[in-house]
């Protein structure tokens, strides 16, 4: 008995000496073990995402980077990640230094980008002048039509300082259409500069694009003589705008009057048949995606092609048996998806939608998962590498950040449906599932942006999706398709009527759920930038991580973007290029009429109504004190003799004053913005000195 014990009691210190050679409970080896471990972690993904931040972050540099800083930071993030991989080989380093890879290389894409970009720019506001050229475009304005003009020459601008595009706002009746040669006398101004920080910067946008101007027309345009522009490119750009314009103009008369500018947006692309009050319900009740040519459309279109070849060659025996008939279907609904580029215009977001549709059906081609996170990585670095300046846009961080937390989501149900060995259902019950899901991602991924961009969320966009999108999928997306395959024989006038009635049932749904909540009705502040960034790095642990880290990095992230939001200061006082005056009260944002100006108001108060008439003088009661509107000039008086609150002077010039403003100031600055601490202290947004970027030169006083 005592000698068993003693074995035993061997037995388990020699188990006790043994365990250190394991590894187990020796420090040095648990650390070599964690450092050694791969990490829980996409890398495809990690990169892609790097990518855009490095390209975001050269965007919202003050300064331009020089070409040798730019290259030796893309050099050295390459062998520093080459090293972490070869000779250090720990994962954490590596992955370290494949986002400082992926971060020199956004910036270097966006740097080399911008110095591809030549087009001129119209440098101040041009007298009455008289413009040529073909109309590629035409959108609905406020004002009237807006024309853009591929130019031919303006009077008095010399072929090097011509710009290649210009958009011009047409006030009269409108008698000349895309395709056709027109001359227009008018007034031409360079593209407006954000007026708000953190505002969309349409200044940029419009220079990456080629458009070098923008104005109105004196009169109307007339149409000219002239043949096709010489260049194939700009040949075939302008015959693909006149047979858009009639087919969207066809689509329109042919789907009935109520839904026929809907239904000549979702088929051509071309959204100026289209009701402003259409327009502003599908915005209100969070279904403005569907006016975008977008992966919707595009994942529509090709996923109908897909479906219907598919089943098609699955009933011709022959084939069937001996040819994957997947395949030809991908190869089918490829071309079908770039056909439809082509006829929607080519935008920027439509050329996003059609590489990432390129990429799922070609992965059906090579026999990989077509929906996959590394397809989703694949996309997003195509569309950074051709078109880095879209990182800026909402429509691609809104768009990435859907169908990434869309991807996550339905690889976790998919993995924990394998855990658990249960189904989710099958036929309604899936279907409504799979909706109330992908609504429900979808919206509450895309919040954060549309509130930063735009000011707002749609209150009931949840509910407005779930009743709007079955009827999308089920009636009008196989009625457009059934009337691009009746077309050849005559028969497409019924379907589009049908298809048109089905469009005026998503109106409805629209009409009746526009319903928002608006910043500037002060149900809800602003979004700062900081907020934004942790918001996003919530959706891209969402994305990247996995296990236990994603919850963890996503919750932490998620509680630091709410307190960032909450912390936020928002701006007591903005003057915007417009002239109007925007004024934070008790009762939230006041719209007040001041001076004429000849610019834009920020897009997050793009909704607000003009609620004061401050032309003749006011006082506003603000939150943060008195603020007063003056008509004349500031004259003698300094700072000090200027009294409480902020004043703002419509004329004159006045020594530089933290709590004053004057119009010439405004104009010069491009609009400003002002906010008292809680010291009393009033900061401006910009100050009066410029750093010019390629496409933002300094203003001229």
């Keep these: 008995m005592d000698q068993s014990?003693?074995?035993?009691?061997?037995?388990?210190?020699?188990?006790e000496h043994a365990r250190p050679r394991d590894g187990k409970g020796d420090p040095a080896a648990q650390a070599r073990r964690w450092l050694t471990a791969d990490l829980p972690v996409n890398e495809a993904v990690l990169f892609a995402l790097a990518l855009a931040v490095?390209?975001?972050?050269?965007?919202?540099l003050r300064v331009e980077p020089s070409w040798t800083l730019v290259a030796g930071g893309a050099v050295a993030g390459l062998l520093a990640w080459r090293l972490a991989r070869l000779i250090w080989l720990l994962p954490w380093l590596a992955t370290l230094?494949?986002?400082?890879?992926?971060?020199?290389?956004g910036v270097s894409l966006a740097k080399l980008r911008t110095a591809m970009i030549d087009s001129p720019v119209i440098?101040?506001?041009?007298?009455?002048v008289l413009v040529e050229g073909w109309v590629v475009s035409i959108d609905r304005g406020s004002s009237g039509p807006r024309l853009t003009l591929d130019v031919q020459a303006i009077a008095g601008f010399s072929p090097e300082q011509t710009p290649r595009l210009v958009r011009m706002t047409h006030m009269t009746s409108l008698e000349v259409s895309p395709g056709r040669f027109v001359r227009c006398y008018g007034v031409?101004?360079?593209?407006?500069?954000?007026?708000?920080?953190?505002?969309y910067d349409f200044q940029r946008t419009a220079w990456f694009r080629g458009l070098g101007g923008v104005g109105y027309v004196m009169g109307r345009c007339r149409g000219g003589v002239l043949g096709a522009p010489a260049g194939i490119e700009r040949g075939a750009r302008v015959e693909l705008a006149s047979l858009r314009r009639q087919f969207a103009a066809y689509v329109n008369e042919a789907a009935g009057p109520r839904a026929g500018g809907f239904a000549a947006a979702l088929m051509s692309g071309d959204r100026s048949f289209m009701a402003p009050e259409d327009a502003e319900a599908l915005r209100g009740a969070g279904l403005a995606h569907l006016l975008a040519i977008s992966g919707l459309h595009l994942g529509i279109v090709g996923g109908l092609v897909y479906w219907i070849v598919l089943r098609g060659l699955a009933l011709i025996e022959p084939v069937a048996v001996r040819i994957p008939v997947q395949k030809p279907a991908a190869m089918a609904a490829l071309v079908a998806t770039a056909s439809y580029l082509v006829i929607s215009g080519a935008s920027v977001s439509t050329q996003r939608a059609f590489i990432m549709a390129a990429i799922f059906f070609g992965a059906i081609l090579f026999d990989r998962a077509a929906l996959s996170l590394r397809s989703f990585a694949l996309a997003m670095i195509a569309v950074v590498a051709l078109h880095p300046e879209s990182v800026m846009t909402p429509g691609f961080q809104m768009s990435f950040a859907a169908t990434g937390a869309l991807i996550a989501t339905y690889e976790a149900w998919s993995a924990r449906r394998r855990e658990t060995q249960t189904g989710a259902g099958r036929g309604f019950s899936l279907a409504v599932k799979s909706l109330v899901v992908t609504s429900f991602v979808g919206g509450v991924s895309t919040a954060p942006f549309a509130l930063f961009h735009f000011g707002r969320v749609a209150g009931l966009g949840l509910v407005a999706n779930l009743a709007a999108m079955p009827v999308i999928s089920l009636a009008s997306a196989p009625l457009a398709a059934a009337a691009l395959i009746a077309a050849p024989f005559g028969l497409e006038g019924p379907v589009l009527r049908a298809f048109g009635f089905s469009l005026e049932i998503v109106l409805a749904i629209a009409h009746a759920l526009d319903e928002d909540v608006k910043v500037t009705g002060g149900a809800l502040p602003s979004l700062s930038g900081l907020a934004l960034a942790a918001f996003t790095a919530a959706l891209a642990a969402m994305v990247v991580l996995r296990g236990a880290a994603r919850a963890f990095a996503m919750g932490l992230f998620t509680v630091l973007g709410?307190?960032?939001?909450?912390a936020g200061a928002e701006p007591d006082v903005h003057w915007a290029p417009s002239g109007d005056v925007f004024v934070r009260t008790d009762d939230g944002y006041v719209r007040a009429g001041f001076v004429e100006g000849d610019g834009l108001g920020p897009m997050r108060f793009v909704d607000l109504e003009e609620s004061r008439d401050c032309s003749a003088g006011c006082v506003i009661a603000g939150v943060s004190g008195r603020v007063s509107l003056h008509t004349g000039a500031p004259g003698e008086q300094s700072c000090g003799d200027l009294g409480d609150g902020i004043h703002l002077f419509a004329g004159g010039d006045t020594p530089y004053c933290p709590a004053s403003l004057t119009w010439q100031e405004a104009q010069r600055l491009g609009g400003q913005t002002l906010r008292v601490t809680r010291s009393?202290?009033?900061?401006r947004d910009r100050e009066p000195d410029c750093v010019p970027r390629p496409w933002s030169p300094c203003r001229v006083p």
């Excluded at 230094?97 to 971060?103: K, P, Q, R, S």
């Excluded at 440098?123 to 009455?128: G, H, K, L, R």
């Excluded at 360079?190 to 708000?196: L, R, T, W």
């Excluded at 009393?680 to 900061?683: I, T």
């Design 5 to 15: 014990l003693q074995e035993t009691r061997g037995d388990r210190a020699l188990h």
């Design 54 to 60: 490095g390209s975001a972050w050269y965007f919202s």
């Design 97 to 105: 230094a494949l986002i400082g890879f992926g971060l020199s290389g």
């Design 123 to 128: 440098a101040a506001e041009t007298e009455p």
């Design 188 to 199: 031409l101004r360079p593209p407006p500069a954000p007026s708000m920080g953190a505002d």
């Design 562 to 566: 709410g307190f960032a939001w909450m």
């Design 680 to 683: 009393g202290d009033v900061r």
